[in-house]
């Protein structure tokens, strides 16, 4: 009822009119921040005063042009911008390219939080252009990005790419692909990080001829980098790689390179190919998981950095139930069983913590004859381990249930 009032009183006098915008004005350039902040949260509530033509005319300019230098007001508008309801402010759909300079401009800053942000907004705003304003509109913005004279606005390219791939023309799309090739190879390692973590989201949409043609390259460029924080996150795009490919070029094009990271000179690549190996041997399948994938893991569980055998020890049980039924027992009693008896009595507390937390969830996938005979001298060790025992007490009851386990075995402590 108050908006309409307020409406009414903006159509009799034309100076009410100018009212909101010049409110944002003076709380824009006031130097207390959170004046400056709390009219950036109400820019809703003043485009619909404006209206969605003033909105685009006056509005939009005035952000674009005026943009803070304080790091919490930018994220503040490039939240407000990206938000679902903010393209109807603007005349919906057909004008959603006006939201794109203001939210380009964020995209530049050198503040990561209000970058990531606005490239949030960016691929939110996307999906309400049509293919002709993708065309038109946001495909040479993503260019314009791209070859900015910063990294920062090369970074944020990078996340851009997967949304507009799909719904452009075929000479568009090989554009956008010789546009994420110069990125991957971009002097700056922080961009070519930013095109490895995005790669894999990039994989998913690209044909899959072009995907052997154009991005393969790519993935074993980036996942041979000389910069660390580069090659781990190339191990992420393995899995969507190994989706779109078949089982004969998986074996080619991708096992060689993950087997590469499993070994990697930096323990923080290894960590990662740990983190995300069931992911891995989801995508790879059964077959090159027996003849690839288990001697990788059970070197993981051996590696000589704590980490990395505390996250393999976190995905053993997952990695060992998803192991083909014709291979299963065979590999975890003559390759990780070895391991897990090492780790039992690791010297780093973490690693025996993460074991413990899982161990008794392979007795109902090796049976009942192998968990008294393997698994179980190695439950009752670590009951008489303090670390060992304080991670038995504070997992989930249900993992500590073990139908398997004969009817003598020690009960688990009684708080468990």
């Not at 910069?227 to 004969?248: F, M, P, T, W, Y």
């Not at 001697?295 to 393999?312: G, I, N, Q, T, Y």
């Amino acid at each position: 009822r108050r908006l309409n009032i307020h409406r009414r009183k903006m159509a009799k006098d034309t100076d009410n009119s100018l009212y909101p915008i010049a409110v944002l004005i003076d709380e824009l350039r006031n130097d207390d921040v959170q004046l400056r902040l709390n009219s950036i949260k109400k820019l809703s509530t003043i485009a619909l005063a404006l209206g969605d033509e003033r909105t685009r005319s006056e509005l939009l300019p005035f952000l674009t042009d005026t943009l803070d230098d304080d790091d919490e007001v930018l994220w503040a508008l490039a939240e407000q911008l990206g938000d679902k309801d903010f393209v109807v402010f603007v005349g919906g759909p057909e004008y959603a390219h006006t939201l794109l300079p203001p939210l380009e401009s964020l995209a530049t800053v050198e503040e990561t939080v209000v970058r990531d942000k606005a490239v949030e907004s960016l691929r939110a705003v996307a999906t309400h252009h049509s293919t002709e304003h993708l065309e038109e509109y946001f495909v040479p913005m993503i260019k314009r990005l791209t070859s900015g004279e910063w990294f920062t606005s090369r970074t944020s390219a990078c996340g851009l790419f997967a949304v507009a791939y799909s719904n452009c023309t075929t000479e568009t799309k090989e554009e956008l692909r010789l546009s994420f090739r110069s990125l991957c190879g971009d002097d700056t390692p922080m961009v070519r990080r930013a095109a490895a973590g995005k790669l894999g989201e990039f994989v998913a949409v690209v044909e899959p001829e072009h995907v052997k043609q154009d991005l393969i390259p790519l993935f074993h460029s980036l996942a041979t980098d000389e910069q660390d924080s580069v090659r781990l996150l190339a191990v992420e795009a393995c899995a969507a790689i190994s989706n779109i490919l078949g089982k004969e070029d998986v074996e080619a094009l991708v096992i060689p390179t993950l087997n590469a990271a499993s070994k990697d000179k930096s323990w923080r690549v290894r960590y990662m190919v740990a983190d995300k190996f069931t992911e891995l041997q989801q995508a790879v399948g059964s077959e090159l998981t027996k003849t690839n994938l288990v001697h990788a893991f059970a070197s993981l569980l051996k590696d000589p950095e704590a980490e990395v055998r505390a996250a393999s020890s976190n995905r053993l049980r997952d990695f060992c139930e998803r192991l083909g039924e014709e291979y299963r027992i065979d590999s975890i009693l003559t390759q990780i069983m070895p391991c897990i008896q090492q780790l039992v009595n690791d010297a780093n507390q973490h690693v025996k913590s993460a074991l413990a937390s899982v161990i008794m969830g392979l007795s109902p996938i090796v049976g009942k004859d192998n968990t008294i005979e393997h698994l179980l001298p190695l439950f009752l060790t670590q009951l008489k381990d303090e670390v060992s025992l304080l991670a038995l007490t504070h997992c989930p009851s249900s993992s500590l249930h073990c139908p398997a386990l004969p009817s003598h075995c020690p009960a688990p402590p009684p708080h468990c």
